[in-house]
């Protein structure tokens, strides 16, 4: 038996050696294996885009008009486009790219409507919508940083520590603007504000991916101004309510007006009954205080009212007047300009931009004047004293408690800059 089986292998192995003799017998007489043929399928040239920005007065139906899109294609693709974005706010500046091949028709279209989205709108291959949409947003990290100033002559001139020394220009910018405008009713930031005075924040923030704030928000702060120690907890009980700002002990901050209409101005010219006039060139009261600023500096409306007056105004120049409660009235003269939607009758809000610092009217410079009436009478702003807003109300006391316990626990992290004993002989 075992030999009879080794036979059958080796007739086997035997017969897949004649086997492949054969074939190779074949290929050599027939010339050798066939060639491979490669087949070449050109591909369709690059899209080229074209980029237009809608300019000023210009509507998304010129700007597509420009692309060849007929009456219809045009009111197809703003019809996509208002599933997600109101045409009617989309602002100058606004990038829309289009998207071709050549010799065929659009296919696709990009509006960038802000720094974080981007609306794609793809030519659809189907029956049914003509586009396709397709909402890009960019990845929001939220992070906390903890900053500390040491002050110098003023607030820009501040000596950073904790994650302060990491900040952009422009991030500092802001973070002082918020502080600014945090303790605008208890700090004048020009007359008030001394060398080695300091402050510290935590501030939380949502970043992009390319390291630029979306948006920054202080959540607590305290504020060494001489021998005052100034505490601020941002509180907003919920969406419907507006953000508050609160000392330690739930009482509001804000006052009924600000100290000042601008954000860290220079008074060049304060309240007098007896002032030398530097264009009439003689002696006259001075009903107001004069701020220097360049021009354009936005200016803020230092309590809620009714615009009585804006526009041209004498030697006041360009000018506004606004009525607020209990007869008083504030105004702001010499601007450049005045805030859209600013005009007689509208109502506006305490901080508002209402106009522009210029030099309209009997100025010299660009600066801005501000007056106080009471009853009709000018008084001196500096030394008015108004009431607080509201403090915390007690149905959110609990909520405010724990949400202050928490920020100002935070800001135990950094701790408040001292001056230097060098420092404080020479203060």
Known sequence: MELLRDRRVWSAFGAG????????????????????????IPTPPPPVEVVESLQSGQTLAEVFGTQGLTGGEILEV???????????????????TFAVRPGESLSRISLKLDRDRTLHLLASEGDGAPWDARLDSVRIVRDTILVAGLIGSNLYDSRLSGDGPALTAGQLDQMIGQ??????????????????????????????PD???????????????????????????????PVEYYDGEGEALRGQFLLAPLDLARVTSGFSMRRFHPVLRRTRPHLGIDYGAS??????????????RAGGWGSY???????????????YAHLSGIARGVRSGARVEQGQVIGFVGSSGLATASHLHYEFLRDGSH????????PRAEPVADEYRELFDANSGHALGL??????????????TQD
Not at 194 to 204: G, I, K, P, Q, W
Not at 411 to 424: F, K
Request: hydrophobic residues 40%.
């Open 17 to 40: 050696l004649v086997g492949t003799a054969l074939v190779w017998a074949f290929l050599r007489s027939s010339g050798g294996p066939e060639p491979i043929k490669v087949v070449e």
């Open 179 to 208: 502080l600014s405008r945090i303790y605008a009713w208890q700090i004048d930031f020009w007359r008030d504000i001394r060398t080695n005075d300091s402050y510290r924040l935590v501030m939380a923030r949502d970043v992009r």
């Open 317 to 331: 120049g360009t000018a506004i007047e606004v009525r607020h409660a209990n007869n008083l009235r504030t105004r």
């Open 379 to 386: 008084v001196n702003p500096a030394r008015m004293q108004f």
């Open 211 to 241: 390291g630029s704030v979306r948006i920054a928000r202080i959540l607590a702060a305290e504020f060494r101004n001489g021998d005052r120690l100034l505490t601020a907890v941002r509180f907003q009980p919920d969406q419907s309510e």
């Open 295 to 308: 021009r354009g500096t936005p200016v803020r409306a230092t309590g809620g009212g009714v615009v009585t």
């Open 78 to 96: 703003v019809e996509a486009i208002r599933e997600y974005e109101s045409p009617r706010r989309l602002r100058p500046g606004t990038e829309i």
């Open 411 to 424: 800001l135990q992290r950094v701790e408040m800059p001292i001056p230097s004993a060098t420092a404080r």
